[in-house]
């Protein structure tokens, strides 16, 4: 980790976030699109 630097980092733990959150989010778009789906 001492070759990425305190700000490669952040950098990289922003970067997971980021992801996660986007993964979270499509998570949750598909459950909603699949209850329509059973609803409709």
Do not use: D, P, W
């Not at 070759?3 to 499509?26: H, W």
């Amino acid at each position: 980790m001492r070759l990425v630097g305190k700000g490669g980092i952040e950098a990289i733990s922003r970067l997971m976030g980021f992801l996660l959150v986007c993964m979270g989010v499509q998570f949750i778009i598909n459950g909603v699109l699949e209850i329509i789906k059973t609803y409709h």
